[in-house]
């Protein structure tokens, strides 16, 4: 049992070390141009309390194991102000290269101002260092929170289908608990979501006595054997014209 009452530890954010293991790189060839941020740094500060005692014990470790101040900065986390400002823009539907030239404006300030020598530039700030790759990520949590409507994919697909059905875009749905309708052929099992807007029922109304296609896919997300059918049309000029989303899957639980 330890003998002090209480331990905070303070570590670099640099501290540890990626787990090849847990992850293996799609194209381990591709040369990166930042290399990885945790590669073991030792540099970490440790606080004690002792039970009768008000002295605060700590001990130091001062040393890093590379570069501090301006060159670390490309592996030191956004500021929050940074971050609400690219997700701001990201709800808007602002292209990710025209967020980073509003991010990039922000960090360098006048374009046209000119310094004599490397002492007379101002500090350097994150934001500088601030890639697409960054702001693509944040806009990718934006577009989930607008596409995954629960942290659970059942609850997630069950609130779709209220959205879809206030919408008058539900043509069908079948969780793996209901009761397939009398004649489908659909196993008890099976669940199905058919999904068709007003435009695309418009549209198949005007030009569906005619030809029709079906596009299927497999296993296009993470669910094994999950099929995605689109009925399609063609339009005055032959070109095909999306009617019908149908997905249909045994392995989902709701």
Same mark, same amino acid.
């Given at each position: 049992?330890?003998?002090?009452?209480?331990?905070?530890?303070?570590?670099?954010?640099?501290?540890?070390?990626?787990?090849?293991?847990?992850?293996?790189?799609?194209?381990?060839?591709?040369?990166?141009?930042?290399?990885?941020? #945790?590669?073991?740094?030792?540099?970490?500060?440790?606080?004690?309390?002792?039970?009768?005692?008000?002295?605060?014990?700590?001990?130091?470790?001062?040393?890093?194991?590379?570069?501090?101040?301006?060159?670390?900065?490309?592996?030191?986390?956004?500021?929050?102000?940074?971050?609400?400002?690219?997700?701001?823009?990201?709800?808007?539907?602002?292209?990710?290269?025209?967020?980073?030239?509003?991010?990039?404006?922000?960090?360098?300030?006048?374009?046209?101002?000119?310094?004599?020598?490397?002492?007379? #530039?101002?500090?350097?700030? &994150?934001?500088?260092?601030?890639?697409?790759?960054?702001?693509? &990520?944040?806009?990718?949590?934006?577009?989930?929170?607008?596409?995954?409507?629960?942290?659970?994919?059942?609850?997630?697909?069950?609130?779709?289908?209220?959205?879809? &059905?206030?919408?008058?875009?539900?043509?069908?749905?079948?969780? #793996?608990?209901?009761?397939?309708?009398?004649?489908?052929?659909?196993?008890?099992?099976?669940?199905?979501?058919?999904?068709?807007?007003?435009?695309?029922?418009?549209?198949?109304?005007?030009?569906?006595?005619?030809?029709?296609?079906?596009?299927?896919?497999?296993?296009?997300?993470?669910?094994?054997?999950?099929?995605?059918?689109?009925?399609?049309?063609?339009?005055?000029?032959?070109?095909?014209?999306? #009617?019908?989303?149908?997905?249909?899957?045994?392995?989902?639980?709701?």
């Amino acid at each position: 049992m330890p003998h002090f009452q209480k331990r905070i530890r303070f570590i670099c954010s640099r501290a540890g070390s990626c787990d090849s293991k847990k992850y293996k790189k799609k194209h381990p060839n591709r040369q990166r141009k930042l290399g990885p941020k #945790r590669i073991g740094c030792k540099c970490c500060l440790t606080v004690k309390t002792y039970p009768g005692v008000s002295t605060v014990l700590a001990k130091y470790v001062k040393e890093h194991n590379h570069p501090t101040n301006e060159a670390n900065l490309p592996y030191v986390r956004m500021s929050k102000k940074t971050r609400e400002l690219i997700a701001a823009l990201a709800r808007k539907k602002t292209s990710a290269q025209e967020i980073l030239d509003s991010v990039h404006q922000g960090a360098y300030g006048d374009d046209d101002e000119v310094f004599s020598s490397l002492e007379d #530039r101002l500090p350097a700030f &994150r934001d500088e260092f601030v890639e697409l790759r960054d702001v693509r &990520r944040i806009i990718k949590q934006i577009e989930a929170e607008e596409i995954r409507l629960d942290s659970n994919d059942g609850r997630s697909t069950l609130r779709w289908v209220e959205k879809l &059905r206030a919408r008058g875009a539900l043509l069908g749905f079948k969780s #793996r608990t209901d009761t397939p309708p009398s004649g489908s052929g659909l196993d008890t099992d099976t669940f199905t979501l058919m999904v068709q807007t007003k435009w695309q029922q418009t549209m198949y109304e005007e030009r569906g006595g005619g030809m029709l296609y079906i596009d299927a896919t497999h296993n296009v997300t993470m669910y094994e054997n999950l099929n995605l059918t689109t009925i399609i049309v063609r339009d005055e000029w032959g070109h095909g014209k999306q #009617r019908t989303n149908k997905s249909s899957i045994s392995l989902l639980n709701f």
